[in-house]
């Protein structure tokens, strides 16, 4: 028997499915912050690999004793930190039976159910989302490689010899001050490199200025470059500004650049019909990107990328060897050909899972759930004269400051996720050092921003 015998795998299985179930119901119990020092885990383990193999409960022993206190736990309803993300139960089922049939959705051949349940579920939720039905959907592993290939296919778009000879010296991305690092890492990637990235200023509410936009494309143009790429997005990093899209469209549209919406953490908003203004704009793109693995309660990893050419985004990366040619790649779409992986996890089943799970209306309603906590929380904030907010709380996102020193605010930080009780992130906006506070969680309750918001207030007692 070269693997597990069948009895064992049950027995065990049960007993994980158990800890899971337990896990999840008792996550509050947790500290919600690793308090574990660099290195103390590789110190607990051994330097080599075990010549013979180990028993299972030894295993699972050492996973609850040395792996566990190392886990910061994303899960916990009052991780409030960068986004605020939840492996919901029907995506962890999924991630269970996707680890078991192990398949590989390179081609349809390779698994026809992987490429079609992912032209399914994609198809669902650009429907949710009120996109155009001809966005081509796929998934990749995160938002930061969805933004690559979408740069990639506006390289291709604008300079179909880039493929062959290299990018051209001149090729220019346009974001704003306030986009995700990932669009100068896909210029980086790509080799159209950082210079060649211009990072536009925001107005006061940390929106894009699409006149400053224009300015930019215009000077470059004089002076020789190309436009490529313009990518705005829907809810910011630091504060989830949106910037204005339908602006930025008719922009993109004169230079005739590419137009890539980053609506990875926003985007989900638009599940609700009444918040579909959130993606105004976004039909026009070229492309988009939504990260289901943020704010629709699906696990690490999945990013949903859409296209309305996807042509051109095949053209950018198909290269087929002979032994990969099927009798079917005419009729079928083979996804290995429209990005840079060969082998693709099968990512739609858990979203699949999810979205039928829960359906429409419940995932709207937990996402309106949030957004209006956030606001009253928002209003707590504002009326504690000690506080202040430090950018408009378009959805979920909350940035706010102790009216004290940069020192002071992260000293406060510092003593909130040390105590186990929540875990904040901070940034910086004009020039001060601002705290952020992200609801997202599926398990998050008023009780748990109650709850936080008085230990922070407690917390700001001793401040003084
Ligand atoms: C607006 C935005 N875009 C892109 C990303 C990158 O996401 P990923 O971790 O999926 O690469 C983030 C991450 O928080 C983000 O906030």
Redesign the pocket.
Known sequence: MPDMPADEFRRVGHEVVDWIADYLAGIRDYPVVSHVQPGELTQLLPTSAPEQGESIDDILADFRSLVIPGVTHWNHPRFHA??SVSASAPGILAEMLTAALNVNGMLWKSCPAATELEQVTLGWLREWLGLPPEFFGIIYD???ISTMHAIAAAREFIDPEARTRGSLPNLTVYTSEQA?S?VEKGAIALGIGRDNVRKIAVDADFRMIPAALAQAIEQDISAGRKPCCIVP?A???STSSIDPIPAIADIAERYHAWLHV?A??GGAAAVAPELRHILDGTSRAHSMVI?PHKWLFTPIDL?AFYTRRPDILRRAFSLVPEYLRTAEDTSAVNYMDYGVPLGRRFRALKLWFVMRYFGHERIADLIRAHIAWAHELAEDIRSDERFELSAPVPLSLICFRYKGTDEQNRTLLDRINASGIAFLSHTVLNGKFVLRLAIGNIKTTERDLEQVWSFIQSMADDLV
């Open positions: 960068y986004f995160t938002a930061s995700h990932s997005t809810g910011t990093t980053d990875s953490y990260n990013s």
